[in-house]
């Protein structure tokens, strides 16, 4: 059947950029290993981001966080909060001296009239106005003070004052009310009267709560719901929005020079005449900033504009400066990926775009695609792999250290894959009862053919049937011993180090199942390690390097196994620990004769047990090539001096032609 593909032009709703759980696990496999923890594993990779394998980028966080920053210093770029009253105060400017020219025209009219009395009165007055005038205070606080005990000349003048000053109170009422609501404009006192009741109303709920009885949040919401456009579904949902809504409106003040605030305080002491409006808003406010102190009460912004910023753009930019300080608290503190699904992405998308947004979104996703896919779980509250979590690691590591080989290392082909048990010869033999049902049909339909001729249908017979002839696998026992002591990752040779140990373990378990392989970590002390503590196995922090223990773990494992035994090391060291003989661990660096010997003599134990000790050399330095040269005299095992970019293609390579040698062997044996 013909596949059919429909294209169309793509309108924002297709899904095509991805991270699925193989990316994910590819990304994190390296750092799994270095750190032995998937949650420290994923926590970095939300901090860096990613590509996957189409080339898409999933922002991290570290570049979020930066936006963020970037974003601040455009909004605080956008002017000077000395320049919240600074309409109203041109205005206040603009009228004093439309009044100075009243009291000029008032002068003239009455010097032209003729009557000198009357000359002399508005000269005078004239003077005293003018005088008055003069000596407004520069603030705009103490401008209006005065300026309410002075006698207008001109009603015009008169008008627009009072004018202004409701403007400049209905400003400061709204600056006290946004803290309140994100719903009310362009206030009547219908509305004033209603904010305080919601207030009131408010403060009962929090009372209430605290006796222990039933807030009745629902009966608020039906009364004052409209004050609310976002909708709060819980009264700590509702609180946490008034908290940041005064934090808002208290770091504007904070941000504000000492001068400012005071200017500020008076306007609204004489300007405010509500006492009970301000006395609620005083009472919740002081148990708001109790609920939530993180909420950034003492924050303040510093603004480098040079254009005077309006009340309303100040009230603005401060909203907006605390909705970055929100995301940049949740970005900072996020502990999994989890938390990150708290973001609003409609505000993200705002403040930082649509490729933040959509990162964010999908980095929220993380530990539930390697849940789903079956490669992780929450394990008493720690996210650990999963067998098939543990397999998936293993074969990355595998593919990564194969990766990296010249062709030519492995014969120019991949390792085949071995059925169970068996290993092909790519001979055949005619079936017989009791044989594995392997049919060769190349040669099987041949043989009908033979038999019957070209005739057809083609007729198959008990006969015909042909099978793969197999021999059976030589049985091998391995236990690697990796090195923990604290040099390997201050050398940068851990991660290698432990990639090598999971691709081997990953190459045996697939390749050559009937294998035994053992693990053996060693540093001050050794200790057997299982395939599923692997990837969570770290360095240890103490030195000492202690083969002789190491060497005789890996002795008891391989007496309790059968086939051909080695023992394969990995380190960067000469011995300089060992146990002695009252079960003490003793320690010395550098080396001294007496540990050196006590390995040696573990090492005299294995040859004759029959068990070949292959090293693998990270450090080249002469004091460990001079012991290793003793090792090797001893046991007949091999040495290789290798470094961490070729320590894969040494050890695999030869485990590979070590397996060859010996199927090799045996079917001489055989054939002889």
Partial sequence: MVSRFNYSRWDGTQRGFEFDA??????????????????????????????????????????????????????????????????????????????????DEALMSAEQSGDQRRAEVAKESAQERNFRLDMLP????????????????????????????????????????????????????????????????LNEMLESRERGEDPKFEQFMENFGDFFPENPETLDELLEIMAQRMANAQAMLNSMTPEQRDQMRQLSEKLLEDMDLRWQMDQLSQKLQGMFPQKGWGQSHEFTGDEPMGFSQAMQAMQELGELDQLDNLLRNASSPSALAEADLDRVREMLGEDAAKSLEQMAQLTKKLKDSGLIDQVEGKLELTPSGLRKIGANALRDVFGSLEKDRLGQHQVERLGVGHERTYDTKPYEYGDPFQLDLQRTLRNALQRQGSTVPLKLSADDFEIEQTEHLTRSSTVLMLDLSLSMPMRDYFLPAKKVAMALHSLMSTQFPRDYLGIVGFSEVARELTPQQLPEVSWDFVYGTNMQHGFMLARKMLSRQSGTKQIIMI????????????????????????????????????????????TFMLDASHALQAFIEQLTAINHGRAFFTSPENLGEYLLVDFIEHKRQLSRRRGSRRAS
């Fill in 22 to 103: 193989q990316s994910i696990v590819d990304e994190i496999t390296d750092d799994l290993l270095y750190h032995g923890d998937v949650n420290a594993a994923l926590r970095r990779l939300m901090q860096e981001g990613m590509r996957n394998e189409r080339g898409d980028q999933l922002m991290g966080l570290r570049e979020m966080m930066q936006r963020l920053r970037e974003r601040r210093e455009e909004i605080k770029d956008r002017g000077d909060l000395g320049g919240v009253y600074s309409e109203i105060s041109a205005e206040l400017d603009d009228l004093v001296d439309e009044e100075r020219h009243a009291i």
């Fill in 571 to 614: 380190t960067d060291g000469e011995p300089t620990a060992h146990i002695s003989k009252s079960g003490d661990v003793f320690f010395n660096y550098p080396p001294v004769r007496e540990t050196v010997e006590a390995t040696l003599s573990e090492v005299m134990r294995a040859t004759r047990e029959g068990i070949r000790i292959n």
């Fill in 138 to 201: 520069s603030d705009l606080a103490g401008k209006i003070n005065e300026l309410e005990h002075y006698d207008f000349q001109s009603s015009e003048s008169k008008q627009r004052f009072e004018a202004l000053l409701e403007k400049l109170r209905q400003q400061i009422m709204q600056q006290m009310l946004d803290q309140m609501s994100g719903a009310v404009e362009n206030l009547t006192p219908q509305d004033i009267q209603r904010m305080k009741d919601m207030m009131a109303a």
